[in-house]
């Protein structure tokens, strides 16, 4: 049986917030839920111990691809134990692994729904959360060997994620093959939040009532998620970064890039934003 | 044929080939356990979860990875190594990884995953999960002038009366290059433990005048949200220090493989019954190594 559903997306995309929405509709009947007890897609899999744990021995001494190509096996072994459908958070591009299969096994595999942002907002996300410059966090967005808990001279708690360049990272899940791709915007889930969770909620089978929907989106406001963060921190904040849920608009980009930073983020992405209906217009500001 | 002979966990071990991170011993004529190279026949066996094999056949464990080295270990005095990658850095971290972790649990140890250091004669470990830094906080502790007993592998023993005792293991500890930045621990010596890693296998200065010490405190490693530089030690019970110390066993599915679960848990309730558990929870903080061991040395003082 296929019982995994990826929560797929690039870095500061709106996963963790859209996840934190899934919680409240799915176990809370749209109540508030606390940042830190979200139980909707544990993020016990990209442990290192429970890697290890599968691999029966330690996976630290491995390469990237030596890991990629371990790790599918790891995600089809968790597909195969699965006994209900179960969500996973990850931050993963799909890519191939061992110059053959792709990275997350479509053996296993139900559904994907993959949330894309605009890049130009990302970048001032991104900049944000790894306190980098705007141009570094463009240089990230364009860099192909990107990879999540990847440490250049030391190994972290966490596997080591794929993440690769923002282009690559939407191209590899939306032309992923063997299992659906439900894509949802960002942008939509800001402005029209009922009309996509009610498209997401069908096609998990368990369409929800608006109030449950309206009350979780009420619930759960980038404001109110800021205020919880602040009090209270938030343990999926892994690198000593400034607030995790910051503004949460779209468009931001416009007050935060110069000209010359949305060209360079154009240049580097134009084919994947025409077709997602991102503009491309270095004038558009 | 040249032979090699090292000294670890009180065992000696002869080997055909040379061990980089054992600690030498001189020759002998009753070595506890033979090391030789060979040629394992795997044909009758398929892989589990497409790479792994684990089979107990008449001729005892089988433990292989596909396409890099396929060991057999027979009574806990032999073990023969059939590598199949010429990468011998890469079978030997195998084999000093979950091949020892197999062979001790066959010699009887009851083996968990985590560092230990001396002090007032006394064995005290630190256990967690990969990643945490046992190893850096176990050297930071050897910088202080705490002797380092063992490095990744703990094995355990208990004497007539219940009392647990650590087992010796090497004078080598290996250490990822940022570790090594943060204690300022660069040595002329170190050996990286595989070419393509910034990890490092380094000699420490060190004596190891017992081949083992009676046991003091677990100390288990924990991350959590804490203010940046801030630690609390929190006091486990034993039904508490059971549940941590059944979670850091070393490869635990190889008790089940080999039938050894039953004794594995009783040694694990002896342990969680005659130690003292200590959670030590810390932030995610990769610079604080320093901070921590100066933390636990207080803590061991009062």
Known sequence: MKHLIWLASYPKSGNTWFRILLDSILLNDGAAVDINQVQTASLRIIERQSFDDFLEFGSGELTLQESNSFKHKYYLDYGLKATEDTFIKTHEANIKVDNQQQLIPKEVSKLCIYIVRNPLDIVCSLANHYVVSTDEAIKIMGDSSYTFFKHEKGITSNIPEMIGDWSTHVSSWLNTKGFPVILIKYEDLLCEPIQTLRMVMKELGQPMSDQVLQRAVDNHSFGQLARQESKHGFREKVVASGAFFRKGKANSWKEELTKRQIEMVIHHHHQVMDNLGYSTDINQK | MNLYYYKAYGLVFQSEFSIAGLTSEIACENPDVVLTIGTLDVTPYSLIKGFLIKEITPEGFLYGIKDLATFLLSDGNKVIVDPLTEETELWQMYLLGSVMGALLQQNGFLTLHGSAFVFNNKAHLILGASGMGKSSIAMALHQKGYELLTDDISAIKFDSNNKPYLFVASKHIKLWEDAIEHLSTAQEDMA???????????????????????????????????????????????????????????????????????????????????????????????????????????????
């Open chain 2, 192 to 302: 990286r433990v595989r070419e393509s890693l910034p990890k490092f296998r380094l000699l420490l200065d060190t004596t190891h005048d017992q081949v083992k010490y009676e046991l003091g405190n677990v100390f288990i490693l924990n991350i959590k949200r804490l203010p940046e530089g801030q630690f609390a030690f929190k006091h486990l019970n034993t039904m508490q220090l059971l549940r941590y110390l059944n979670q850091n066993v070393y490869r635990k599915k190889f008790l089940l493989d080999m039938g050894n679960q039953k004794d594995a848990f009783f040694m694990l309730s002896q342990l969680a019954n005659n130690a003292f558990g200590t959670l030590l929870n810390r932030t995610h903080s990769r610079t604080d190594v320093r901070l921590v061991a100066e933390k636990m040395e207080k803590f061991l003082k009062q």
